[in-house]
């Protein structure tokens, strides 16, 4: 006997998109079977032509608790995530209050999110300078690499490092490091403006190409894993391609916004649309496309990255006082399929770019893919229905948006975690840890 039976004649398994019927007996996938197969179970769902997806797995989530709660928090971050088909996240170390950079700070995030996560929570550390010696102590708390800015983080607890002290912490532990990839040398400081151009000028994409090129001679001198966070410039994307072909351990990701919207199309005083590094032109965004269908691009996260409105939105429309950060990990499974079919690609192609490869990133082989012996993280998502954005709708703590008024295809109908319906009310999420 199962405890569930989720039936549907489009499921996402290892094999592509096929009519299954999924089996789960505590918390686990037991059996992946074919449509009409006979299994008896406790609960059954058929989802006929809606389609049965693993769960996501967003490993770029600023959740800010403790500290900056009021920006974002543990149930309000989960409970969105649930909302938009991600099951798993992993929290970002900075805008919190110790930022992770710590064992003794670690704790005291994971007492803060003790009880009130609606989806698994797993936590990167931070590299920041002259804390080298607390990262092997770090990682073997359980954290699942480290991160590490090249140029101001926006928060003064969370300084950039140099390169040098970048090949120090790649130096000091075997871990995974990701890297926010701007050059500091090559950003200029945004004069007052409501206009989105201006901006844009102040964070070129010589930034990143410059930081990607800094980044990599770190992975190189050091043998270590460097993974590029939020790539924005396609131009970075050389650099990598001649990277990997060297052998050199070094991925990259970017994220809906980058893949969706588009500079040309961002109106004067939408700081909604601010993030760093920045929403470039149409013509890079179909670049950064190319790259995620050859495989160049491993995985698509949200930088789900939430403040307060005032913070967000000034009254003057300035987009060099905004606050730079989207908040998207609700929204990031109907923006992305929306885009991806348009452009002829396949539900498969979405679960792997932000399911299976996330979770392979971060070691976590037991999520993100519909399989005998993973947990029973599943999605109800309707690929064909179709809604339109209002932020009242939307769960994480401040719902800004600068997808408000888009009609979005795509519409998760049902979260599971492990087997049970996330209902946003009584929370089971479970933390994490690379040994999960």
């Known amino acids: 006997m199962m405890d569930l039976v989720v039936r549907s004649r489009r499921a996402v398994t290892a094999d592509g998109e096929r009519p299954a019927a999924v089996g789960v007996r505590e918390g686990v996938i037991v059996e992946?079977?074919?449509?009409?197969?006979?299994?008896?179970?406790?609960?059954?769902?058929?989802?006929?032509?809606?389609?049965?997806?693993?769960?996501?797995?967003?490993?770029?989530?600023?959740?800010?608790e403790p500290?900056?709660?009021?920006?974002?928090?543990?149930?309000?971050?989960?409970?969105?995530?649930?909302?938009?088909?991600?099951?798993?996240i992993v929290d970002m170390p900075l805008n919190s209050l110790p930022p992770t950079v710590d064992v003794d700070a670690l704790r005291v995030k994971q007492a803060a999110a003790t009880g009130q996560c609606h989806v698994d929570v797993g936590f990167w550390g931070g590299a920041i300078p002259g804390n080298a010696?607390?990262?092997?102590?770090?990682?073997?708390?359980?954290?699942?690499?480290?991160?590490?800015?090249?140029?101001?983080?926006?928060?003064?607890?969370?300084?950039?490092?140099?390169?040098?002290?970048?090949?120090?912490?790649?130096?000091?532990?075997?871990?995974?490091?990701?890297?926010?990839?701007?050059?500091?040398?090559h950003l200029h400081e945004a004069a007052s403006s409501a206009a989105y151009p201006d901006f844009l000028a102040s964070r070129p994409p010589e930034a990143e190409h410059a930081a990607v090129r800094t980044a990599i001679d770190a992975a190189r001198?050091?043998?270590?894993?460097?993974?590029?966070?939020?790539?924005?410039?396609?131009?970075?994307?050389?650099?990598?391609r001649r990277a990997r072909a060297e052998g050199l351990r070094v991925t990259a990701e970017?994220?809906?916004?980058?893949?969706?919207?588009?500079?040309?199309?961002?109106?004067?005083?939408?700081?909604?649309?601010?993030?760093?590094?920045?929403?470039?032109?149409?013509?890079?965004?179909?670049?950064?496309?190319?790259?995620?269908?050859?495989?160049?691009?491993t995985c698509v996260v949200s930088d789900h990255s939430p403040c307060t409105p005032e913070l967000k939105r000034p009254d003057t429309g300035d987009f060099a006082a905004a606050w730079g950060g989207i908040a998207s990990v609700q929204l990031g499974l109907p923006v992305i399929w929306t885009a991806a079919r348009a452009r002829g690609h396949s539900l498969p192609d979405v679960v792997s770019w932000m399911a299976r490869r996330p979770a392979d990133l971060v070691g976590l082989s037991r999520k993100g893919r519909l399989a005998v012996g993973a947990d029973a993280d599943l999605v109800a998502f309707a690929p064909d229905a179709s809604f339109t954005v209002d932020p009242a709708a939307l769960?994480?703590?401040?719902?800004?948006?600068?997808?408000?008024?888009?009609?979005?295809?795509?519409?998760?109908?049902?979260?599971?975690?492990?087997?049970?319906?996330?209902?946003?009310?009584?929370?089971?999420?479970?933390?994490?840890?690379?040994?999960s």
């Open 133 to 185: 010696g607390a990262l092997p102590g770090l990682h073997e708390a359980g954290v699942f690499g480290f991160k590490a800015f090249l140029a101001d983080s926006g928060v003064p607890e969370f300084p950039p490092v140099s390169p040098i002290e970048l090949a120090a912490a790649l130096s000091a532990v075997d871990a995974q490091f990701v890297v926010h990839a701007e050059d500091p040398f």
């Open 395 to 435: 769960h994480h703590r401040n719902p800004v948006t600068p997808y408000a008024g888009q009609t979005l295809t795509g519409v998760v109908r049902a979260t599971w975690l492990r087997g049970r319906p996330v209902t946003g009310e009584t929370p089971h999420g479970r933390f994490l840890t690379r040994e």
């Open 67 to 88: 500290g900056r709660t009021q920006w974002e928090g543990f149930p309000t971050a989960t409970r969105a995530a649930a909302a938009g088909g991600v099951t798993a």
């Open 32 to 64: 992946v079977a074919g449509y009409d197969a006979v299994l008896d179970a406790a609960e059954e769902h058929d989802l006929g032509d809606d389609a049965l997806l693993p769960g996501l797995v967003d490993t770029h989530v600023h959740v800010n």
């Open 254 to 297: 970017t994220c809906p916004h980058y893949l969706a919207l588009a500079a040309e199309h961002v109106p004067p005083g939408a700081t909604e649309f601010k993030c760093c590094p920045p929403i470039r032109e149409a013509a890079n965004a179909d670049l950064l496309w190319a790259a995620l269908a050859a495989g160049e691009i």
């Open 221 to 240: 001198a050091g043998g270590r894993r460097v993974h590029i966070l939020h790539l924005s410039a396609a131009g970075a994307l050389p650099l990598i």
